[in-house]
């Protein structure tokens, strides 16, 4: 797991030269969640050495459930309640961050998603921030007109963007952003927490997934590929873990498509490796992706692979070795890799 410092040149000491105290880092995100970016972050916040950097975790939302649950021990955490930019909330707490920004003293802050980045970078500028760091960790895929206006107006306020593949870089490029503000920090993924256990191929043999209930995952297609396995294969099980807001359109299509006992939405899963070492196959039906934290995880746990080529996907994997990679939206083309793997453990 990589770990990412603008490092501002304090008084009293040369570009480049160790600071004489640790460097004061407020990380915003919307709010927290057991998907990819999130977890890494929390990873990052755990694993930061104290003496080099302090963090600070701000939560634009963060007052649901789960945020609260997730709230990492290992530093302060500012939970700011805004669910709407464009409301009086989003302005009171744009003053009450800036505050807290200069109170604190904060060097970095480092920001995640669009509405964190839209409020974030405007308001460290505001409060004198010496430095401010973007990550991007996906193509732009959800990127609408409103979403690019706003980006160039906040790109001056930016100092470096970070994405976690090459693609990601292109995609940022051809926004318009200097590739010298760009920097490429590919994921990481704790291998020790994955064990290496053989899938058994047994009955049922177990084909899942790790994603967020969201169109770009492409969870409508794995269900629809399904719905053309189990009609050929009786032993088969479906499982997907995680939650998000296309859940009530996913379970209508299982019903449509008659797969209630044959296809689960496990909802949110607190531990992805031992749901990795149940499943015989991975799959990542996703329609784009830069680096998939989900992808990284299935490889590290040595599970045998179905994913479509987006992203990174061709980089990491060495299609036809032990793992398959089919064009995105071709929902035949995904049956039939799952198949050959069903036909040939």
Same mark, same amino acid.
């Given at each position: 797991m990589?770990? =990412?410092?603008?490092?501002?040149?304090?008084?009293?000491?040369?570009?480049?030269?160790?600071?004489?105290? !640790?460097?004061?880092?407020?990380?915003?995100?919307?709010?927290?969640? $057991?998907?990819?970016?999130?977890?890494?972050?929390?990873?990052i916040i755990r694993s930061l050495d104290r003496s080099q950097v302090l963090p600070w975790l701000v939560?634009?939302?963060?007052?649901?459930?789960?945020?609260?649950?997730?709230a990492p021990a290992e530093c302060p955490v500012l939970r700011l309640g805004v669910r709407s930019l464009a409301s009086v909330r989003a302005?009171?707490?744009?003053?009450?961050?800036?505050?807290?920004?200069?109170?604190? $003293?904060?060097?970095?802050?480092?920001?995640? =998603?669009i509405d964190s980045t839209l409020f974030g970078v405007a308001v460290a500028r505001w409060a004198g921030v010496r430095r401010v760091v973007r990550v991007r960790n996906n193509l732009g895929y959800w990127l609408t007109r409103r979403h690019r206006w706003w980006n160039r107006m906040i790109e001056a306020g930016i100092d470096v963007t970070l994405t976690n593949s090459q693609a990601g870089r292109e995609s940022l490029m051809a926004e318009g952003i200097p590739p010298?503000?760009?920097?490429?920090?590919?994921?990481?993924?704790?291998?020790?927490? =994955?064990?290496?256990?053989?899938? $058994? =191929?047994?009955? !049922?043999?177990?084909?899942?997934?790790?994603?967020?209930?969201?169109?770009?995952k492409g969870l409508d297609l794995l269900i629809r590929a399904a719905a053309e396995l189990t009609r050929k294969y009786d032993h088969l099980l479906f499982e997907v873990a995680g939650e998000g807001p296309q859940r009530e359109e996913l379970e209508r299509l299982i019903r449509e498509l008659g797969l209630e006992?044959?296809?689960?939405?496990?909802g949110s899963v607190s531990d992805i490796p031992e749901f990795l070492a149940r499943l /015989?196959?991975?799959?990542? !039906?996703?329609?784009?992706?830069?680096?998939?934290?989900?992808?990284?995880?299935?490889?590290?746990?040595?599970?045998?692979?179905?994913?479509? $080529?987006?992203?990174?996907?061709?980089?990491?994997? /060495?299609?036809?070795?032990?793992?398959?990679?089919?064009?995105?939206e071709d929902v035949s083309g995904l049956a039939r890799a799952m198949e050959f793997m069903v036909q040939h453990p």
């Open positions: 990589s770990v =990412f410092v603008a490092r501002p040149v304090r008084q009293g000491t040369a570009s480049g030269e160790a600071p004489s105290s !640790p460097i004061r880092v407020a990380y915003l995100i919307d709010r927290l969640s $057991r998907a990819g970016t999130e977890m890494q972050l929390l990873g939560l634009l939302d963060g007052e649901d459930d789960e945020s609260q649950r997730l302005v009171r707490a744009a003053w009450r961050l800036a505050r807290w920004l200069r109170r604190n $003293r904060i060097d970095v802050v480092q920001t995640y =998603f010298e503000r760009i920097v490429v920090m590919e994921n990481g993924v704790e291998i020790e927490k =994955f064990a290496a256990a053989p899938p $058994r =191929f047994g009955n !049922p043999l177990r084909i899942g997934a790790i994603a967020n209930l969201r169109p770009v006992s044959r296809f689960i939405l496990r /015989d196959i991975a799959v990542l !039906p996703s329609r784009s992706e830069s680096l998939s934290n989900a992808l990284l995880e299935a490889m590290a746990s040595g599970r045998a692979i179905v994913a479509t $080529r987006v992203g990174a996907a061709s980089k990491l994997i /060495d299609d036809g070795v032990e793992r398959l990679l089919v064009e995105p």
